[in-house]
């Protein structure tokens, strides 16, 4: 009798992204200079040879872990692959919430949030809140996409009339916004 056995193997393995590798720091030169004997040299001043942002190279990686960022060097997902190789990018520091500063009480407000220069190094993740004022966001959160500088459009609608103030936090190293104040009217009865 023959004993056999079956064994199944499931890939788990995530799907490759595009990744930047880019500069975060300029790479300076010094030229060489050459000056007769007994004189004082006035060296030339430094130079960039390679800027801060600069797309060193770009690569297809199923994520981050483990890998071993040279100083002065930083990874960015983009998925797009909007940056190739020579060309710069400028990651994201801060985001804007923008929006009215009136509203009425069961009428939506749209609010606008975007991302500074290039857009984030990693998909960062956004949510909003009213400070337990009651009201509604639709979607809860938005997500700024990797190395993209979409604005996002958010629409609240407020439960009941007063002051309201709304906050943004994100999952990401971007600084938050300045909170948005809006007074809220009570809605019309007919």
């Known amino acids: 009798m023959t004993d056999t056995t079956t064994t199944t ?3 788990t393995a995530t799907a490759a992204q595009n990744y ?3 500069r975060t720091v300029d790479l300076m030169y010094q030229p060489g ?7 004082t040299p006035t060296p030339p001043a430094a130079q960039v040879s390679a800027a801060r942002g600069l ?11 483990g890998i071993v960022v040279p100083d ?11 940056y190739p190789t020579g060309s710069l990018y400028t990651p994201s520091t801060a985001y804007t919430l923008a929006g009215a500063s009136v ?3 069961g009428a939506a407000l749209a609010l606008t949030l975007t991302p500074d220069n290039d857009g984030p190094g990693t998909d960062t993740t ?6 337990g004022a009651g009201g509604t966001f639709s979607p809860a959160t ?3 996409d990797g190395c993209t500088n979409t604005a996002q459009t958010v629409t609240y609608t407020p439960k009941d009339a007063g002051a309201v103030t709304i906050s943004a936090t994100n999952d990401g190293a971007l600084t938050n916004p300045a909170s948005l104040n809006v007074t809220v009217a009570t809605a019309a009865t007919s």
């Open 9 to 11: 193997t499931t890939n």
């Open 20 to 22: 930047i590798l880019y």
């Open 33 to 39: 200079y050459s000056y007769p004997e007994g004189t």
């Open 55 to 65: 797309v060193v190279s770009t690569q297809s990686l199923t994520g981050l872990t």
């Open 72 to 82: 002065g060097f930083a990874y960015a997902l983009d998925a797009v692959g909007k």
């Open 103 to 105: 509203a009425t009480a």
């Open 126 to 131: 956004v949510t909003l809140s009213d400070g």
């Open 142 to 144: 938005v997500t700024f």
